[in-house]
């Protein structure tokens, strides 16, 4: 099979579960009405589950079968990823009205009520963290990583950044650390989620690490690139929107983003390789990832 058709695959082998997984148990952990409307409304709306499916895909090469109590970890992430998707949508950071092709959280339900939504989703995150059958020793470690990859050195600096220097130029290692920040820090955490729970080998746990930070920063210059290049339609939210904002193609031009896409897309399957080679490890569900780039 094709990357392409692995990737399909493992889709819709685990895609249903974890929307289901989603829709099936939000409410059972939210107490008042309207706010469970408002964060049911993101949490639903659509999406890739691409953090979700890439703790799924380590948990895979690892022969770790998931079940409700482990995929409930496993979705954790995908509820601190909505939350800061509604709070970058509000009036106060980018004022979006269009997300997933449907209207953003504060234009239905207010930005009060929006921010909450988001203030719920990001601490029920931590609360599936630990509210699971897995060790307090992993629960804990789940917990530090997720801390820090959504924090204030993390994707939140991240954020500080892009806001701070909106009018100022960057140079491409400040950009790089940037993007690891506001876009790399989730995708490196669902991958390392993974192999909190599955493996205990710090070469291989590196290998693997060094892969998402690589799919990670692919995916940050893939989306500077689509803001380019898409539609409204294609993308479900607006596009050249980044025209004085620190992005691969403002910095490097469309040309070289796309060869800077093509490079570090051929290192994170450099790193999938050697784990293959040195440690025996199916990487196939993995390396499909890399399909989601059209290039």
């Not at 496993?74 to 209207?103: F, G, Q, W």
């Not at 059958?133 to 954020?159: C, F, I, N, R, T």
């Not at 995916?219 to 993308?235: G, N, S």
Request: glycine share 6%; net charge negative; proline share 3%.
């Amino acid at each position: 099979m094709s990357s392409k058709e692995i990737l399909n695959q493992f889709e819709q082998t685990y895609l249903n579960d974890i929307n289901l997984f989603l829709s099936d148990n939000l409410s059972n952990f939210v107490s008042q009405s309207t706010l469970q409307k408002s964060m049911r409304y993101s949490l639903l709306a659509g999406g890739k589950r691409l953090r979700p499916l890439l703790t799924l895909a380590v948990l895979d090469a690892f022969n770790v079968k998931c079940n409700p109590d482990l995929l409930k970890v496993v979705c954790a992430v995908e509820l601190l990823h909505t939350y800061s998707l509604i709070h970058d949508d509000l009036p106060a950071m980018d004022n979006d009205n269009l997300r997933r092709n449907k209207p953003t959280n504060h234009r239905i339900f207010g930005p009060g009520m929006a921010t909450l939504a988001g203030d719920g989703l990001l601490t029920l995150s931590f609360e599936w963290l630990t509210d699971n059958e897995l060790s307090y020793e992993k629960q804990a470690k789940l917990v530090l990583a997720l801390s820090k990859a959504a924090g204030p050195s993390g994707m939140v600096a991240g954020q500080a950044s892009d806001i701070e220097y909106e009018n100022h130029k960057l140079n491409l290692s400040q950009l790089q650390t940037l993007h690891a920040n506001k876009t790399g820090a989730l995708i490196h955490y669902a991958v390392d989620a993974g192999l909190i729970i599955a493996s205990d080998n710090a070469q291989l746990n590196h290998l693997l690490l060094s892969f998402a930070d690589d799919f990670g920063l692919a995916f940050q210059i893939y989306d500077d690139i689509l803001d380019r290049t898409a539609t409204v339609k294609e993308l479900g939210k607006p596009v050249s929107q980044d025209g004085i904002k620190n992005t691969y193609p403002n910095l490097l031009g469309l040309s070289n983003s796309i060869e800077k896409l093509k490079e570090t897309i051929l290192h994170g399957k450099k790193q999938l390789e050697i784990a293959n080679t040195e440690y025996s490890l199916d990487v196939s569900i993995l390396q499909s990832f890399f399909s989601y780039f059209k290039i």
